[in-house]
């Protein structure tokens, strides 16, 4: 141990002398202000891999919206306060302090000193303001920019000094000090010149050379394979430490292999191919249990998260003539009372029981049991009923052919698809459920696999899909993590994105979500996103069908391994994590 932490030292130390004098004095003397982390004193070496479903979009944490993409980013950037994941409380990250002004109005933060990116260029207040600037401006259409929107106004930064910047709300902001958690710190001298340029978008994609990224995260971009995995490797200026000093993280590879689906992601987890999995499926989880006499690995079930899976009625505007057989269909869509007997013919119950094998529960709308803050208990459990479904579409015009076929007020056959990623299995399932269950209203509906970026892309950019089974989940507790979902003009309002004519409810929607983020109480807070979640279980924009509990594995020689409810659920204290013994993980590596 103290030759390697020798060792490493060295590095730093030979790391740290390679800017140029044209650096001020302050940032080439300053010492580090580190993070020092309480946990078991970890080993270095090895590499960690870990398998996901699908490749990364980008790198770009500006844009990225996507799991995989996030997932990767996450692990090479850094935030201001951060959420802890055990807790849900805030606590200190880049920024060693803060304050608030008693209105919630403002807030004061103190940036750490001498901290590096990965490439080994000072932080300091010009990369606070430069990223807020692009994750603010409208032209960059960051999904982020709207939790940075309060009263109407965009979030004011300002740079104090070197070290201090102030934000200011135009209104009382509930959870100011958590929107900063999950919104990366990015370097202006990497970045600025392409942000000037109108071309920020295209940065940071796969194809990026390494040495052209870098971040505040404890790993930094090594090697991309394209269909095959992505390479993280340790970023030597890295600011946290252990509670004994030695600087994190211990690993010095983290590897995300990109495995088609669940049935392949468990073999390489039984097959010690991969050393952790996440986002298990309940089918996998049982059959994993039944071979817990291994020692080689541990499951957890830790309970209900915050992912709410759902049916996905496309409802955006600008099919019209550009989409002629997909618009044709959004009249019945946009009817909320076709929506209505959709959700009423849902057996959910049985999507919980065959889907979720019991590990997990039936939404009637977006926020889980896992949210024990924010939930609407006083919501219905929702239950199936054909023959209030069947009441619903005679009210709306419908009618059934003789043959049992579903047809509209004009005599069309009521049919269409619903596009599923085809690498996730339970989605799939959900997908198979669902239309068997529609089938008994007479609708005529077909499950079309899809490769998962190509489904992203029709979901978010073209457009060009009828229904689709998707899935978010919420960064944090907090209404405020929903805010570009439920806003019309959030970046993620999937089902009518760049909304032009809001139905009133949707206006009231905005209103509420507005309001709940400039409301300080709790107990005010918790009555307006109540009245969000009962207009989302009533008009039914998303269909919210289930949620999973979150199961992963891990094997047993991984030090200080701490599942979360909030993403990464599995990855989101990596900087610590460490290789108990250095056999059989260091020799396959």
Not at 332 to 343: C, L, Y
Not at 371 to 389: E, F, H, Q, Y
Not at 399 to 412: A, C, F, I, K, N
Request: aromatic share 8%; glycine share 6%.
């Amino acid at each position: 141990m103290k030759s390697r932490h020798l060792q490493l030292a060295v590095a730093l130390l030979v790391a740290c002398s390679a800017p140029i004098l044209a650096q001020s004095a302050r940032t080439q003397h300053s010492k580090p202000e580190v993070l020092k982390l309480s946990g078991e004193i970890g080993q270095y070496g090895g590499r960690l891999v870990v398998s996901q479903r699908g490749e990364p979009k980008t790198l770009n944490p500006v844009t990225a919206i996507d799991s995989p993409s996030r997932e990767v980013i996450g692990r090479m950037t850094a935030d201001l306060i951060h959420i802890n994941r055990q807790s849900h409380r805030t606590e200190a990250s880049l920024a060693k302090s803060w304050t608030a002004s008693p209105d919630g109005r403002r807030y004061t933060v103190q940036l750490r000193r001498g901290l590096k990116f990965s490439d080994g260029h000072p932080f300091d207040a010009d990369d606070v303001v430069f990223s807020f600037q692009m994750y603010l401006d409208e032209k960059v259409h960051s999904p982020q920019r709207d939790l940075l929107v309060v009263g109407g106004k965009p979030l004011s930064v300002k740079k104090l000094d070197d070290y201090t910047v102030a934000f200011e709300f135009a209104a009382p902001y509930a959870a100011g000090d958590r929107l900063f958690d999950g919104l990366a710190m990015l370097p202006r001298h990497l970045l600025e010149a392409a942000y000037k340029s109108g071309t920020l978008a295209q940065q940071w994609t796969l194809a990026t050379a390494p040495e052209k990224i870098a971040g505040l995260g404890p790993f930094r971009l090594k090697q991309y394979s394209p269909g095959q995995r992505i390479t993280l490797e340790r970023n030597p200026f890295y600011w946290k430490t252990d509670s004994a000093d030695h600087p994190l993280p211990y690993l010095d590879e983290l590897t995300f292999v990109f495995v088609p689906n669940d049935d392949a992601q468990v073999l390489k987890f039984e097959a010690g191919e991969t050393d952790l999995i996440s986002r298990l499926s309940a089918e996998s989880f049982a059959a994993l249990s039944k071979k817990q006499d291994n020692p080689e690995f541990k499951l957890y079930d830790i309970g209900p998260g915050l992912e709410y899976n759902f049916l996905l009625l496309n409802q955006n505007e600008d099919t019209a003539g550009r989409l002629p057989q997909i618009a044709r269909k959004q009249a019945w869509f946009r009817n909320d009372t076709f929506r209505q007997a959709i959700s009423a013919a849902v057996d959910r119950a049985s999507v919980v029981r065959l889907v979720y094998q019991g590990r997990g529960q039936a939404l009637a709308a977006h926020v889980t049991e896992g949210n024990k803050l924010w939930i609407n208990t006083g919501l219905p459990k929702p239950a199936v009923s054909i023959d209030r479904a069947r009441q619903l579409l005679r009210s709306a015009g419908f009618s059934w052919r003789p043959d049992g076929s579903l047809v509209d007020g004009t005599g069309e056959k009521v049919e269409f698809t619903i596009a599923v990623a085809s690498n996730n299995g339970p989605r799939k399932q959900m997908a198979t459920l669902i239309q068997q269950d529609l089938k008994a209203l007479g609708m005529s509906v077909e499950v079309v696999p899809l490769e998962f970026r190509s489904l992203v892309d029709r979901v978010t950019q073209s457009h060009d899909y009828e229904a689709a089974i998707m899935g978010l989940g919420s960064g944090d507790v907090d209404p405020t993590s929903e805010m570009n979902i439920w806003m019309t003009t959030g970046s993620t309002h999937l089902w009518n994105l760049g909304e032009k004519k809001p139905a009133p409810w949707e206006v009231e929607v905005d209103r509420l979500m507005q309001q709940q983020l400039t409301t300080v109480d709790y107990k005010k807070r918790k009555q307006l996103y109540d009245r969000v979640q009962q207009y989302v279980a009533e008009e039914l924009p998303i269909i919210c069908i289930a949620s999973p509990n979150i199961l992963v594995g891990a094997k047993n020689s991984i030090g200080n391994f701490r599942p979360s409810i909030l993403n990464s659920y599995a990855l989101s204290n990596v900087e610590q994590l460490f290789w108990r013994s250095t056999g059989g993980e260091r020799a396959r590596n």
